[in-house]
């Protein structure tokens, strides 16, 4: 399945945008090697072939235009190549995600002062 978007994936719908962008970018980062060697490819194959076909477009000013909207949507075009390639690890991911959050909520903030913590350390 190809997906476009990271609110498409079913693992993922209980979270909100950036935590879905992070669960994301963990997945893709957890794939293995071979994996991601064959994202790369797909990714560097589609960039090529959408700049090549600027060559054909006549005129310098929408050459110009072209590339400069290339180079603005080229994330869009290339998020689902790593999303659909990525899909698998995501429930991965998600537990990762989830155990850094649990982890994150038991820890002392910065700001609490030693005894506040139980720590002895002064007295």
């Known amino acids: 399945m190809i997906y476009f978007s990271t609110r498409k994936i079913p693992?993922?719908?209980?979270?909100?945008?950036l935590e879905?962008?992070?669960?994301?970018?963990?997945?893709?980062?957890?794939?293995?090697?071979?994996?991601?060697a064959v994202a790369n490819i797909l990714k560097v194959l589609l960039l090529v072939a959408?700049?090549?076909?600027?060559?054909?477009?006549q005129g310098i000013a929408l050459k110009l235009?072209?590339?400069?909207?290339?180079?603005l949507l080229y994330p869009l075009v290339l998020q689902p190549i790593?999303?659909?390639?990525?899909?698998p690890y995501i429930p991965?991911?998600?537990r990762e995600f989830e155990r850094n959050k649990a982890y994150a909520q038991n820890e002392p903030s910065d700001n609490e002062s030693p005894t506040d913590r139980g720590d002895d350390e002064g007295n």
């Open 50 to 57: 959408l700049f090549w076909s600027v060559l054909y477009i």
């Open 11 to 17: 693992a993922l719908r209980a979270y909100p945008a």
């Open 65 to 71: 235009i072209a590339i400069l909207a290339l180079g």
């Open 20 to 36: 879905r962008l992070h669960i994301a970018a963990n997945a893709a980062k957890n794939m293995p090697f071979g994996r991601k």
């Open 82 to 87: 790593t999303l659909s390639l990525a899909a």
């Open 92 to 94: 991965d991911a998600v």
